[in-house]
């Protein structure tokens, strides 16, 4: 199912801005490397040109040691892609595929090189884009309605796809 444009992640913004961002990711690193940066200037410096092309808070991101985590390419790839927006009136059906895409694991094609595949499943994953689209328009979104739960007796299991949607569901929790 295709969603509407203003729930789609935006690759197409991501894409345009993303090699300058890790261009500048790489550049500050390597800067770092060679020189250090005790007082942090550079690195003020690096989130200053981030915020400005992107419009985000670069507190969320760990510009410092991203080879811990996720790598440049991923962090760039989160910084490049806009946020999920708060959006009217999103249906039942368009919340099912959003929590259809979270759940299912889509291989891309292999063939597929483009920049939108590349990325694709890192929006689905973690609190990747969807999730912080859901968090953002619902009220009752919970990240570990994803994730494997307990119950009363000890065993474990996971929601369906259409218990999950169930769980949020409710038009008077819209945020």
Wanted: aromatic share 16%; charged share 35%.
């Amino acid at each position: 199912m295709e969603l509407r444009q203003e729930i789609e992640p935006d690759f197409e913004t991501a894409e345009k801005i993303y090699p300058e961002v890790l261009k500048l990711i790489l550049t500050y690193t390597d800067y770092s490397d060679e020189n250090g940066d005790d007082d942090n200037a550079e690195y003020q410096r690096l989130e200053n040109t981030l915020h400005k092309m992107t419009g985000k808070d670069m507190s969320q991101f760990n510009l410092w040691e991203w080879w811990e985590e996720d790598g440049a390419e991923n962090l760039a790839f989160d910084i490049s892609l806009p946020d999920a927006k708060q959006v009217s009136k999103i249906t039942q059906a368009e919340l099912s595929e959003i929590v259809r895409r979270i759940k299912t694991y889509e291989i891309p094609d292999e063939e597929d090189k483009s920049f939108k595949s590349i990325f694709y499943n890192h929006t689905t994953f973690g609190n990747g884009y969807f999730g912080k689209f859901l968090e953002k328009n619902f009220n009752t979104y919970d990240y570990k309605l994803f994730q494997r739960n307990k119950d009363k007796q000890g065993n474990y299991f996971e929601y369906s796809q259409d218990e999950i949607v169930e769980k949020i569901w409710n038009k008077g929790n819209y945020k």
